[in-house]
């Protein structure tokens, strides 16, 4: 599969998964759908990838699995810690802690617990693969590869939409420095499941039995 041909599916995938939920009749629905569309997403998305016959200057020479996923799992950490670096540098600069994106979304996985699914699985897998490898590889093929990992991060940040531009660019260079360095869109993967996974139950943890939060 050419490189053209495999962006242009991956982001018709993604903007297919991402909108079509809307048309849901019923919030009910719309998150059944949405649940459905980001898990079908993902795996359209994988099996895309599997199929592109043009590899990034990159992954010319990927790290080996055991390295791979062993950097992955430790970039779980390693961003929960720049995203609290980041948060800090946004307050210190008039900044808010809460995140409507994850409130939206917690209130979503209470009405229906399989959202978490979507969010934990479907969702980062498909913005790897779209931020990550489509959009910062098209940009990387037609200029260079740090214009590629700043246009991704800074779109990666406008999809959030919750005003934390500073922390979601932040993530979004990081997933791509992981990228780069190991050769493998899997590392990031691995990270940014592994991360929204430990968030979100996190924040469950806290509504569920009411913790306070510092």
């Known amino acids: ?24 009749p019923t919030l ?3 998150i059944i ?8 997403g993902s795996i359209v998305m994988i099996r895309l990838y599997k199929k592109t016959s043009q590899p990034l200057s990159f992954e010319a020479n ?14 779980i950490f390693l961003a929960i810690l720049l995203q609290n670096v980041m948060i800090t540098i946004e307050l210190y600069f008039g900044g808010q802690v809460d995140s409507a994106n994850t409130q939206g979304i917690l209130e979503l996985i209470f009405q229906n617990p399989l959202m978490i699914l979507a969010v934990m699985i479907g969702g980062p897998i498909m913005e790897e ?21 700043l246009v991704s991060a800074v779109l990666f940040a406008l999809m959030h939409q919750d005003g934390h531009w500073l ?3 932040a993530l979004g260079a990081f997933f791509s420095l992981q990228y780069i360095i ?5 590392t990031s993967v691995i990270t940014h499941v592994g991360m929204n996974t430990l968030v979100i139950l996190a924040n469950v943890i806290v509504e569920v039995y ?3 939060v510092q």
């Open 1 to 24: 599969m050419s490189e053209k041909k495999y962006t242009t599916l991956t982001l018709l995938t993604y903007f297919i998964a991402f909108l079509a939920p809307a048309f849901g």
């Open 28 to 30: 009910e629905i719309r």
């Open 33 to 40: 759908l949405t649940i459905l569309t980001y898990l079908i």
């Open 62 to 75: 990927p790290m080996s699995r055991g390295r791979i996923i062993t950097l992955g799992i430790i970039g």
């Open 129 to 149: 693969f779209v931020f990550r490898r489509a959009i910062m590889g098209m940009v990387t093929r037609r200029s260079n590869l740090w214009l590629g990992v």
């Open 167 to 169: 922390l979601y660019s």
């Open 182 to 186: 190991t050769g493998s869109i899997w």
């Open 210 to 212: 009411n913790l306070p």
